[in-house]
């Protein structure tokens, strides 16, 4: 994310569960139900919308520490694309 110009050396994550009591727009759960991850969190609050962008857990990415980095890169960029697209789609 530094690459990017973000900082998000201060952020940690935070459990769905911590918000089922607030109301939003739109709610995009960012994971991939595999049987080695698991299932993805669902969300029960107020949202007008759900929505759900497959991806990976770039925690998961094996091989050398250069196959790591690029495939933390693309999901990266892949997240990054659809933030674009999806607020281009949205109207206020």
Same mark, same amino acid.
Do not use: W
């Given at each position: 994310?530094?690459?990017?110009?973000?900082?998000?050396?201060?952020?940690? +994550?935070?459990?769905?569960?911590?918000?089922?009591?607030?109301?939003?727009?739109?709610?995009?759960?960012?994971?991939?139900?595999?049987?080695?991850?698991? &299932?993805? +969190?669902?969300?029960?609050?107020?949202?007008?919308?759900?929505?759900?962008?497959?991806?990976?857990? +770039?925690?998961?990415?094996?091989?050398?520490?250069?196959?790591?980095?690029?495939?933390?890169?693309?999901?990266?960029?892949?997240?990054?694309?659809?933030?674009?697209?999806? &607020?281009?789609?949205?109207?206020?």
């Amino acid at each position: 994310m530094a690459e990017e110009g973000i900082d998000i050396s201060n952020e940690v +994550p935070k459990n769905i569960a911590l918000f089922q009591q607030d109301t939003f727009d739109y709610v995009i759960i960012v994971c991939k139900e595999t049987e080695d991850y698991g &299932t993805c +969190p669902v969300f029960f609050g107020t949202t007008k919308e759900r929505l759900n962008l497959e991806i990976e857990d +770039p925690a998961q990415a094996h091989g050398s520490e250069k196959d790591r980095l690029n495939r933390y890169r693309s999901i990266r960029d892949t997240i990054k694309a659809f933030a674009i697209d999806f &607020t281009h789609k949205i109207s206020f």
